[in-house]
């Protein structure tokens, strides 16, 4: 896998668990159960991970394809919005189906 489809995949991980983290955080403030359960905490400690993933494969995307600091910036600023990893992931596998594939040897 490549590291375009690795950040693609991780964008839409992340953005889903951001959107389930945003449930969460209802189910935490909205009931009286809610601040109990650990439902909240362990969602967004994923999340937290995931980001921090996604974050990863963003600078070595960076680094390796030679973006302008203004993609990466953008793709780093949709990453906050709930459901912007969506976007993200739609970018990347746009991007890596226009990049040719290396010939075999």
């Keep these: 896998m490549s590291l375009l489809k690795a950040l693609a995949w991780m964008a839409s991980l992340m953005a889903t668990a951001w959107i389930i983290m945003l449930g969460a955080i209802v189910v935490k403030y909205g009931t009286d159960a809610g601040w109990r359960s650990g439902l909240a905490l ?5 999340h ?3 980001f921090f993933c ?4 963003l600078v070595l995307n960076h680094v390796k394809r ?3 600091r203004r993609k990466s910036l953008r793709m780093l600023g949709a990453a906050i919005i709930p459901g912007g990893g969506y976007w993200i992931t739609r970018q990347a ?5 226009r990049t040719p594939s290396p010939s075999p040897a």
Excluded: C, N, Q, S
Excluded at 42 to 46: G, L
Excluded at 54 to 57: A, D, E, G, R, T
């Design 48 to 50: 937290g991970a995931l």
């Design 93 to 97: 596998l746009d991007e890596d189906a």
């Design 42 to 46: 362990t969602v967004e400690r994923i």
């Design 66 to 68: 030679k973006w302008p």
């Design 54 to 57: 996604f974050f990863v494969l």
